[in-house]
T-cell receptor, first 115, second 113 residues
Framework: EAGVTQSPTHLIKTRGQQVTLRCSPI?????VYWYQQALGLGLQFLLW???????NRGNFPPRFSGRQFPNYSSELNVNALELEDSALYLC??????????????FGSGTQLSVL | QKEVEQNSGPLSVPEGAIASLNCTYS??????FFWYRQYSGKSPELIMS????GDKEDGRFTAQLNKASQYVSLLIRDSQPSDSATYLC?????????????FGQGTILTVHP
């Protein structure tokens, strides 16, 4: 069974540009989460989607947005890129919300570099 | 105060020893607790979950949870060089933020032959 898949694996952008990252969850999982892992900062919660709806978001500016499609895949969009957006962006999926004891499984991530 | 705190290490243990990793959390409403292992340049991999007070064993790994003291720990018995990685403690945000897992900064473990 395929795990969480993310694309692309690497991206290089310049300040002010826009980027779209993609994620396909494990088959049967309806919840998709996005996390940012910047150097030295640990994993920071970005967004949670479930059944096509945004259920929760972390402490990030509105230029970070996303959506979940009917097949439960998801996109993360980042507008007006800034240098500090350089990070590993991890997508994860679960059967349901982690508060209900569901386990979170991560994809391999997209490494974004902003120059 | 950080929501989830871990000793950053690095923690260095000899092969065959027990490695002990600790984590404290601030939200008393948290119900789900996880340990992830992250090798350098790789994504986090779930190795243990625990939801009730006490110990939970899985092979060489034992997770311990004490909700009254708000700490969770991970013991790795018979440590192997392949266990060298960053170990991340993750805690659900409880009533403060549904669906969110909060991660600690991670403890770097090095197992030397």
């Amino acid at each position: 069974e395929a795990g969480v898949t993310q694309s692309p694996t690497h991206l290089i952008k310049t300040r002010g540009q826009q980027v779209t990252l993609r994620c396909s969850p494990i088959s049967g999982h309806t919840s998709v989460y996005w996390y940012q892992q910047a150097l030295g900062l640990g994993l920071q919660f970005l967004l949670w989607y479930d059944e096509g709806e945004e259920r929760n978001r972390g402490n990030f500016p509105p230029r970070f947005s996303g959506r979940q499609f009917p097949n439960y895949s998801s996109e993360l969009n980042v507008n007006a890129l800034e240098l500090e957006d350089s990070a590993l962006y991890l997508c994860a999926s679960s059967l349901g919300a982690v508060n209900t004891r569901e386990k979170l499984f991560f994809g391999s991530g997209t490494q974004l570099s902003v120059l | 105060q950080k929501e989830v705190e871990q000793n950053s290490g690095p923690l260095s243990v000899p092969e065959g020893a027990i490695a002990s990793l600790n984590c404290t959390y601030s939200d008393r409403g948290s119900q789900s607790f996880f340990w992830y292992r992250q090798y350098s340049g790789k994504s986090p991999e779930l190795i243990m979950s625990i939801y009730s007070n006490g110990d939970k064993e899985d092979g060489r790994f034992t997770a311990q949870l004490n909700k009254a003291s708000q700490y969770v720990s991970l013991l790795i018995r018979d440590s192997q060089p392949s266990d060298s990685a960053t170990y991340l403690c993750a805690v659900d945000a409880g009533g403060t933020s549904y669906g969110k897992l909060t991660f600690g900064q991670g403890t770097i473990l090095t197992v030397h032959p």
